[in-house]
Each structure stands twice: as structure tokens, then as C-alpha cells.
């Protein structure tokens, strides 16, 4: 843990940080790396310790009070954010993490905060890609967390994505610092649970964390390198793009790889989203793709939708992409 500068170099202009803590051995090594790094480096940022309360287990408040008695003691203001309401019964882990990160992000932007700093690890980053992996996610999915990215106008930073876990729980019992464990983790109900138990066995054929890692690196460059490209494309391409609406002639992808088009049509589409929205589904977007590219070989018209947005092709190959109309109800 010696480059404490460079983990926390996009922190050292920011107005505000909140620190995602819960209380397990990552994010209070998260806590305690922050504190080393704003005593090393002598900055004064603003950070806000903040722990999610989901109310599904008993105890789960005592902890977070828990929480704020490290963080005071610190230095640093703590919140305790509360999922409040009915809990669902069905994906629950999903759902909590989406609770989750609303209430972080919600308070950062409450307290003028520029980052959302959570304390993934290299270990979380490799179950990420396998839990991607064995669901046949794409290339930019294979790639992994990235250590940065914008939500909502601000930024999720990652500063630990490199360091294992075992690291972490070391630093922590090399300060004496005390942590809880959150049972969640090994309930055989949910997938990634489910996931690390079959890790020895993976170990046993060569598919370790490092693999897993590698495997996430070079997904990523695969990725980064379509991205440029498909950016290139947008740029170069004579488009009409207004509020709303896309128009261009595609003749000259007819015959370029499927990932292309997909790609550019999943930009136009972010791009007319009023509001920022969750990636697009891969399988419709291919199979979208699949027939819009048929139909352009054979200069044929095609319509299809995804994600409230008409697709439309005309036989001259040019492609409009613009808001559905809203769909009437009841017999005219």
C-alpha cells in the first residue's frame, strides 16, 4: 500500500469524497488508506463516510453505529443512509446494491461531493468476470469494473481494484483495527456465493484470480480499441443529429463486422436517451443487428425497436434512429 499518490491521485482536486463503508474488512481498509493518504500528501480534501443500512439483517444498524465511531474517530463526518420501505422478496441482492448506490450518490450530491469511492478489490474484480463470463457477457462486460465511471454526473472511483483481498484484511489487523463480516456473503442462495464455492476447482485447472484478471485486461484493450474506433466512425460520419433524432447513410457498413454496427447504433441510441439509462440488453441489440445488417446486404427497408426507439432502414440505406411514439390503448 506505498502508492497511496497514485491510488488517490483523482481524489487530490476534488471538492468532495464520499466514502463507501461498511464496515467488512475492504471498505475499512478503504477508511484507514484514505486517512494514511490526506496525512501523507498533507491535502484537505472533504470526506464524508457513508454507510447503507439496508434493514435485512437484525444488528445491521449497531454496525453502522459502529462505523461512525471509527470514522469520528478519524476525523472524518459519517451518515448512516437507510433503505426504508418494503423490501422485496425476489432479487434481493440486486436490488439492494441499486438501493445501495441511489442512496451513496444521492447523498454525494447532497453534500457537493465530486466522487463515490467504494473498495472493490482484485478479488471482487475476478468474480466479477466470472460471474459475467459463465452468463456469456460481451467484450465490454469480460472487461470488468473500471477503476472510474461517470453515474449521474458524477464519478465511482475504485482505487483498490489491484490489491487482493487477503491485503486488505492484513492492513487492517496490522492497525488493529476490528471489522465485522457480513454472513450475506456465503449464503448458497445467491449466485456469487454459489460462485466461490466452486473456486477451488477452478483454481485446480489454472482458472485463478490472476487468470480471471488477465483475461479482464485483455477484454478491456479488445474493448478500448472498438470504442476508438466506433467513436472514429461517429465522427466521420455525415449524420443529421438533432433532439431526438438520427439520420445517416450506412451503405458503407453493409459490409463491416456485425460489432461495428452494433456498437454505433447502441451510441446513437445512448446518445437520444433523455436521461441516462442501463446498458441495452446485448442479445436483442445483436439480434437487432443481425437483421438490420441483413436487410442493408440485400437493400431492402427494415423496422424494428429497442429501448423506446424506432430503427428504421429505407431501401436507399439510410438509417433513422428517433423516439417511439407513444402506443395508444383500447381499440380506435
Do not use: I
Given at each position: 500500500m506505498e502508492?497511496?499518490?497514485?491510488r488517490f491521485a483523482p481524489l487530490a482536486a476534488a471538492r468532495g469524497a464520499v466514502l463507501a463503508v461498511s464496515g467488512g474488512p475492504d471498505s475499512t481498509a478503504l477508511m484507514l488508506l484514505v486517512?494514511?493518504?490526506?496525512q501523507q500528501a498533507d491535502a484537505s480534501l472533504r470526506v464524508s463516510v457513508a454507510t447503507v443500512d439496508h434493514g435485512l439483517r437484525a444488528g445491521s444498524h449497531a454496525e453502522a453505529e459502529g462505523v461512525a465511531s471509527v470514522a469520528q474517530s478519524l476525523g472524518f463526518a459519517h451518515r448512516i443512509l437507510e433503505w426504508q420501505g418494503a423490501k422485496p422478496e425476489t432479487r434481493i441482492q440486486e436490488r439492494a446494491r441499486d438501493a445501495r448506490y441511489g442512496l451513496l450518490f444521492q447523498h454525494a450530491r447532497e453534500i457537493a461531493a465530486d466522487?463515490?469511492?467504494?473498495a472493490h478489490?482484485?478479488?471482487?474484480?475476478a468474480e466479477t468476470i466470472l460471474f459475467r463470463l459463465v452468463r456469456g457477457s460481451g467484450i465490454a462486460g469480460l472487461a470488468g469494473m473500471p477503476r472510474a465511471s461517470k453515474r449521474d454526473g458524477l464519478i465511482h472511483l475504485r482505487p483498490l481494484l489491484d490489491c487482493p483481498k487477503s491485503d486488505l484484511i492484513a492492513y487492517c489487523e496490522a492497525r488493529g483495527q476490528s471489522f465485522i463480516t457480513d454472513p450475506s456473503n456465503a449464503n448458497p442462495a445467491f449466485a456469487r456465493a454459489h460462485l466461490r464455492k466452486l473456486a477451488p476447482v477452478l483454481v485446480?485447472?489454472?482458472?485463478?484470480?490472476?487468470?480471471?484478471l488477465r483475461l479482464g485486461r485483455r477484454a478491456e484493450r479488445a474493448d478500448r480499441a472498438l470504442a476508438v474506433g466506433v467513436a472514429k466512425l461517429r465522427l466521420e460520419l455525415p449524420a443529421a443529429r438533432r433532439n431526438g433524432y438520427f439520420q445517416a447513410s450506412i451503405a458503407a457498413l453493409a459490409t463491416e463486422p456485425a460489432e461495428i454496427l452494433s456498437r454505433l447504433i447502441e451510441a446513437e441510441i445512448d446518445a437520444l436517451q433523455a436521461e441516462p439509462a442501463r446498458p441495452l440488453r446485448?442479445?436483442?441489440l445483436e439480434s437487432m443487428t443481425d437483421r438490420l445488417q441483413d436487410a442493408l446486404r440485400q437493400r431492402k427497408p427494415w423496422r424494428g425497436s429497442l429501448?423506446?426507439?424506432?430503427?428504421?432502414l429505407d431501401p436507399a440505406a439510410n438509417l433513422t434512429i428517433c423516439r417511439e411514439k407513444p402506443r395508444r390503448r383500447g381499440r380506435l
Open positions: 502508492d497511496l499518490a497514485a486517512h494514511a493518504w490526506l466522487f463515490v469511492v467504494t478489490h482484485a478479488d471482487d474484480q485446480q485447472e489454472g482458472f485463478d484470480r490472476e487468470a480471471l446485448l442479445d436483442r429501448a423506446g426507439m424506432a430503427v428504421k
